[in-house]
Nanobody, 119 residues
Framework: QVQLLESGGGLVQAGGSLRLSCAAS????????MGWYRQAPGKQRELVAG???????NYADSVKDRFTISRDNAKNTVYLQMNSLKPEDTAVYYC?????????????WGQGTQVTVSS
């Protein structure tokens, strides 16, 4: 079982920056994939960025070159640095952890943190 707690959301003007944090209740060293998803009103939840245990990352096309995901295993925390924010980045951002054990994938979600970008 993994509990995830997001923080760092808020209201920011377009062009501004925010850094989201996701603190896990246990070591993330062995968690295969950590990721950030977002869901805007009336839209489906979408992947924003992911990072695997080896450090490789992937990003949605809409956030490439603006967002950076990183993980600090010593602090059991994953970060999402968001720069050059746009109004269309407004959404609830969720942290996700995917743990694969004995061929079974377990997924865990945080409660979400609201990000609002004003124009």
């Amino acid at each position: 079982q993994v509990q995830l707690l997001e923080s760092g959301g808020g209201l920011v003007q377009a062009g501004g920056s925010l850094r989201l944090s996701c603190a896990a209740s246990r070591s993330i060293f062995s968690i295969n994939v950590m990721g950030w998803y977002r869901q805007a009103p009336g839209k489906q939840r979408e992947l924003v960025a992911g990072i695997v245990s080896g450090g490789s990352t992937n990003y949605a096309d809409s956030v490439k070159d603006r967002f950076t995901i990183s993980r600090d295993n010593a602090k059991n925390t994953v970060y999402l640095q968001m720069n050059s924010l746009k109004p269309e980045d407004t959404a609830v951002y969720y942290c996700n952890a995917r743990l694969i054990a004995v061929g079974v994938a377990y997924e865990y979600w945080g409660q979400g943190t609201q990000v609002t970008v004003s124009s």
